[in-house]
């Protein structure tokens, strides 16, 4: 696949790094949603659904972070050809702010655990 | 090419242009007449046809909604029966939903990007032609069922287990099984091509950052399709199978779980709502501007909004299952993302009223604006109480009743329709020549805004008072008849407005000469001069609004003193830029009208419809020429390079052909790779979640389950289709030279590949497994299905290219049908090879 500017395989890594914080934020919900209703049909401790979700929260974030404060540099390391974008500025900001929505989800979904009891439905 | 396009172009070119040129193109792109008008492709032509259609499908089920509301007028009315009344609500919320919202939305893509973009045309005109005509055949057979009692009555939904034939016997669900299923195949043909187009039609110097918003939100509303629609594809399919055949998809009994009809339904429903809102807003956030006579404020952050959108629309479905019994924390995970979805929404209408607010002059309250402004209202008013049932015990107090009935259509009126009527007045001096009547207008506005209001303002009140959805009638003792009654009156009133448009809309039909480029003072490369090829000259871009930027360039365009004013292959053409940055690339040769994309149609519609009524074999018939229909279309789009390369204006030279990661037909290959991976990870999902609902059908011991001596055969036949595949790129011959050695690879490639998914497929059988004893055994055999299918084109790409060989069109530089074919190879033997390791790996890892 060629590589050059302009060319496929420098569009899909673009696209893909510049749609980091999103991205990041649907693994972090299949993760732990998926994590948790295995953990709830199996019988799994509710400290295990806990620390299940801290964990990959926490992850989540850690991942985030980056995107959020060096989207340039991020975005030089994973596009070939960079400084000769016309869009680049566009694209990194892009990404960063997509990040900082990406990390508010994360957090408000994550937080839940501290309040909810694990596997319990309401009725 | 001579001169780099990274330089800035050497634009306007020097007038007077060659005579002629405008002539040329005006013939070349000539709309056929009469009994040939159904073969024409022209986005202009088949994109109001199709917006017709939708028109024509939001008007029916209207009038259905007018007969439910005037059952639902009096207390214990008998205007129409229950049986009836089941098909009206099922037939009018799915027409709503698949023959009126996405089409609609789809329609103005078709129409309206290759304008924006001044592009001639989007890149697969026959691909959109096709997905229309299947749409129109399609959608008028399933809308006609209710009219001799085979309407479906699950509702728009269809949950099981109401929709297992043991409760609804008939071929009546199977209408909307197989009829909604072919007409989501025909969406998911539609965004490979408003993908493929924004990505690789865009004007030399459009990058990225000067793209029009509306083409953003139709970026994100196909890219929402092509992964979310193939989950209810696949459900469709299991429920299907299931009705049909038995196979226990949704039965509890045998191991199957009816809520999982509900994941896949609502996984594709739930961002279905912002697939038909996305491209709404952004025609909104292209509305607004113009009639501010400012720029939108908040470029970026609307992209970003409308990116976020789309990936948090994918977040909310469990939110429709909030009463299902899902654990307590699982319901917050998603209350969550319901919430947090409203951020991204809110950023645009806080960017819409900033750039009203910013208008140097006043804001300007044409019947766009107004419309505009009634979707602001009505829209919002709609979000809250989504943000009210995004909140679970909320939620659990009015699940099922008339609350949500308004919820739904506040969104889905106030996000959708009212920003339709806009454009319908914005754009009609593009299309019809003329503007709609102002005064009818500002009537149709209030009309329909009170109307709206009127009929579903109380519903919230009545739901809360306990009333549910879809109830035939109600006792005069509950209290709802005052409500009831001034839902309907609101019902007429909105109807009144619509018919009242209508009037209007025919009244301007007629054909005018008074045609004004740009009356708004828009500032978009739609409203350049130009006919029915679009712009007369694809310009050089250099901002967001161009006609308020680069002063003269409309005349410029106009006079053909930009990029390609002719036609130098002789045939209909556009350009092809880079994704990003909008490069000139080459020039694509596109086709022209024909017949074998209709027929192609006209047989696959005939295929579905005739498999619902059980006629197996005139299906299978038109299923077969169906394919060789498409056969017939395909084998004109490769045209090769020997026209090119050829000269676009202002000293640069453009090859005339592209193959392999460069043209764009790969990328579409690429994009339909997409669409088989979202299917098969719905699929993967499926099995996994029956896996955690009921463990005990899955084996307990080795010996239950199919030998691994098979799926190592058929891994072994795996890799050798891989390589086949390979080695036949490799050997492809000279230009006007031939190679036996290409075919036999090219055909060994193909076979090896449906071998191994029988090889699969048989060891199953020898260990005595039969699909409908259990799910686990159903969705084992699902697993070769979908891998089959994908062998079967595989199979027949592979004839075809074989064809091409022998008939000296295939070679190392027009090589472009064998790469796409080994691109589906490779994908087929990927999948296959994952779904093989899941089914015999995963429950030997948990016996």
Redesign the interface.
């Known amino acids: 696949?060629?590589t050059r500017?302009?060319?496929?395989?420098?569009?899909f890594r673009?696209t893909l790094v510049s749609?980091g914080g999103?991205?990041i934020?649907?693994l972090h919900?299949a993760l732990?949603?998926?994590g948790?209703?295995?953990a709830?049909?199996?019988g799994t401790t509710a400290r295990g659904?806990y620390w299940w979700?801290i964990g990959i929260s926490l992850l989540a974030l850690a991942l985030l972070l980056p995107f959020v404060f060096l989207p340039h540099r991020l975005l030089r390391r994973f596009t070939p050809h960079h400084s000769?974008?016309?869009?680049a500025?566009?694209?990194a900001?892009?990404m960063r702010?997509?990040a900082i929505?990406?990390t508010?989800?994360v957090l408000?979904?994550g937080l839940?655990?501290f309040?909810?009891?694990?596997?319990?439905?309401?009725? | 090419m001579n001169q780099s396009a990274?330089e800035q172009p050497l634009l306007p070119t020097k007038l007077p242009g060659p005579q002629g040129e405008a002539q040329e193109l005006l013939q070349i792109w000539a709309t056929p007449h009469g009994w040939r008008l159904p073969t024409e492709v022209n986005n202009l032509v088949i994109g109001l046809f199709y917006m017709g259609a939708a028109l024509m499908f939001f008007v029916l089920a209207g009038l259905l909604a007018l007969v439910m509301r005037s059952q639902l007028a009096l207390p214990e009315n008998d205007l129409v029966s229950q049986g009836l009344y089941n098909q009206l609500f099922t037939v009018h919320g799915t027409t709503m939903m698949f023959l009126f919202a996405v089409p609609a939305v789809g329609a103005l893509g078709v129409i309206l990007l290759p304008q924006m973009l001044a592009a001639r045309d989007l890149p697969f005109p026959r691909l959109s032609a096709f997905a229309i005509w299947a749409y129109v055949i399609g959608g008028s057979v399933f809308f006609l069922t209710i009219f001799f009692d085979l309407a479906p009555r699950g509702g728009w939904f269809m949950y099981p287990p109401l929709t297992l034939t043991e409760y609804s016997p008939g071929d009546n669900e199977d209408f909307w099984l197989l009829g909604i299923g072919f007409i989501e195949i025909s969406a998911i043909a539609g965004a490979i091509e408003i993908i493929v187009g924004i990505?690789r039609t865009r004007p030399p110097g459009m990058?990225?950052?000067k793209l029009p918003i509306f083409a953003w939100a139709m970026l994100i509303f196909a890219g929402m399709i092509v992964v979310a629609f193939p989950a209810v594809i696949l459900a469709t399919m299991l429920l299907e199978l299931e009705r049909a055949f038995g196979w226990p998809f949704f039965t509890a009994a045998q191991g199957g779980d009816p809520l999982l009809w509900q994941h896949l339904f609502w996984f594709f429903g739930h961002p279905e709502v912002y697939i038909i809102f996305l491209p709404a807003a952004g025609l909104v956030s292209m509305i607004v501007p113009t009639m501010a006579r400012t720029r939108l404020v908040g470029y970026?952050?609307i992209?970003?909004a409308l990116?976020?959108t789309g990936?948090?629309s994918?977040?909310l479905w469990?939110h429709h299952m909030f009463a299902t019994?899902?654990?307590?924390?699982?319901?917050?995970?998603?209350?969550?993302?319901s919430?947090?979805v409203a951020?991204?929404s809110g950023i645009q209408v806080f960017s819409w009223i900033a750039t009203m607010a910013k208008s140097p002059g006043k804001f300007r309250v044409t019947t766009p604006s107004l419309f505009v402004l009634g979707m602001l209202f009505i829209f919002t008013l709609g979000g809250l109480t989504g943000v009210m049932v995004a909140m679970?015990p909320f939620d659990?107090q009015t699940h099922d009743t008339y609350f949500i009935v308004a919820h739904l259509h506040y969104v889905l009126i106030g996000g959708m329709v009212f920003p339709m009527f806009a454009v319908y007045y914005y754009w009609a001096p593009k299309f019809i020549r003329r503007k709609l009547s102002e005064r009818l207008g500002r009537w149709v506005f209030w009309l329909m805004f009170v109307g709206f209001n009127v009929a579903f303002l109380p519903m919230h009140v009545v739901g809360l008072l306990g009333m549910p959805r879809r109830v035939w009638t109600y006792s005069a003792e509950l209290g709802w008849g005052s409500y009831n009654m001034v839902s309907t009156v609101g019902a007429y009133l909105l109807a009144a407005g619509v018919l009242l448009f209508i009037i209007d809309l025919v009244r301007n039909l007629r054909a005018s000469e008074d045609k004004e480029d740009n009356p708004w003072g828009a500032g978009t490369l739609e409203w350049l001069p130009g006919d029915i090829y679009s712009a007369r000259s694809i310009p050089h871009v250099t901002s967001l609004e161009p006609l308020w930027d680069q002063p003269g360039l409309a005349s410029q365009v106009g006079a053909g003193q930009h990029y390609l004013p002719n036609a130098p292959t002789g045939g209909r053409e556009t350009l092809v830029t880079?994704?990003?940055?909008a490069?000139p690339?080459y020039v694509m040769q596109m086709p022209g009208p024909g017949w074998a994309h209709v027929l192609a149609a006209v047989f696959t519609a005939a295929t579905f419809l005739l498999l619902t009524v059980k006629a197996v074999i005139p299906a299978i018939v038109c299923a077969v020429a169906a394919v060789a229909s498409m056969l017939a279309w395909a084998w004109e789009l490769d045209k090769g390079p020997a026209k090119g390369p050829v000269e676009i204006g202002a000293g640069i030279s453009l090859p005339v052909y592209a193959s392999?990661?460069?043209g764009h037909g790969?990328?579409a290959m690429?994009v339909l790779m997409v669409v088989g991976g979202s299917l098969y990870l719905a699929y993967l999902f499926s099995y996994?979640y029956l896996w955690?609902?009921a463990p005990q059908v899955w084996p307990v011991a080795v010996s239950d389950m199919a030998s691994l001596g098979w799926p190592l055969l058929a891994g072994v036949c795996l890799a050798g289709a891989v390589l086949s595949f390979r080695r036949a790129g490799a050997s492809l011959a000279e230009a006007g030279k031939k190679n036996s050695v290409t075919p036999l690879l090219t055909l060994a490639g193909a076979l090896l590949l449906a071998l191994a998914i029988w090889m699969e497929m048989y060891g199953h059988w020898q260990a005595g497994i039969r699909p409908t004893q259990s799910s686990y055994a159903a969705l084992i055999y699902i697993s070769g299905i979908l891998s089959g299918q994908l062998a079967l084109a595989t199979l027949i790409m592979a004839l075809f290219t074989m064809a091409r060989h022998y008939a000296g069109l295939l070679d190392r530089v027009r090589r472009a049908t064998l790469e796409n074919t080994s691109l589906l190879a490779y994908y087929t033997a990927a999948q296959a090879l994952l779904g093989m390791v899941m089914i015999h790996g995963f429950p030997r890892m948990v016996a």
């Open positions: 696949m060629m500017n302009g060319q496929p395989g420098s569009f673009t749609l999103p991205l934020w649907s919900l732990v949603y998926g948790q209703h295995i709830c049909t199996t659904v979700v000769s974008l016309r869009s500025h566009f694209l900001e892009l702010l997509l929505l990406a508010g989800a408000w979904l839940s655990v309040f909810i009891p694990a596997c319990a439905a309401l009725f | 990274d990505l990058s990225l950052d970026r952050l992209v970003v990116i976020a990936f948090f994918f977040g469990v019994g899902i654990p307590a924390l699982s319901l917050a995970f998603f209350s969550a993302a919430m947090a951020v991204p679970v659990l880079s994704a990003i940055d490069k690339q392999g990661p460069s790969w990328w690429v996994l955690t609902v």
